[in-house]
């Protein structure tokens, strides 16, 4: 393994032992369908042996909960992971706007990094941001109203 690639095995081994969730690392491998002395081995850094399934790593972050392994990975490649935070029917009006904006704002960001892969930006591509960026500044816009609408609403309610 290259020295500036982060061990994302030895991340999610720590995520098993140690998970925010509360799950114990037994119970993880157990729902993992893995034996927990195989699990740690799978995961561990100093072992080349045995290697942790990639399928896995999706059912390991939702047991564990945590997306750490995801923003390393983001980190390491020049990006960045942003966690939606999950929107219920009671959550407020104003927070799947938000949520819309950060995904629009980041869609902008991909299609950005895409066209400027060989430091050129065609009319077409010129085209797709423009697209994009409006759509970000529509929903941070609708966000914006949404925001002024709650306070008016809860004026009287603080």
Do not use: W
């Amino acid at each position: 393994m290259k020295e500036d690639t982060p061990n994302i095995g030895a991340i999610c081994q720590r995520l098993a032992k140690h998970a925010p969730s509360g799950l114990s690392a037994e119970q993880i491998a157990y729902r993992l369908g893995r034996p927990y002395n195989t699990l740690m081995s799978e995961l561990s850094p100093l072992r080349d042996t045995h290697k942790f399934d990639v399928n896995l790593l999706i059912p390991l972050m939702r047991l564990a909960g945590s997306t750490e392994p995801l923003h390393v990975m983001a980190r390491a490649l020049g990006g960045v992971y942003v966690d939606f935070l999950p929107v219920s029917d009671a959550a407020h009006p104003v927070h799947g706007q938000c949520m819309a904006s950060v995904k629009s704002f980041g869609d902008m960001m991909v299609g950005t990094a895409k066209a400027l892969e060989d430091n050129i930006i065609t009319s077409e591509e010129r085209r797709e941001l423009a697209r994009l960026g409006y759509r970000a500044v529509g929903d941070i816009l609708a966000l914006l109203l949404q925001i002024d609408e709650a306070e008016a609403r809860d004026r009287g309610r603080a």
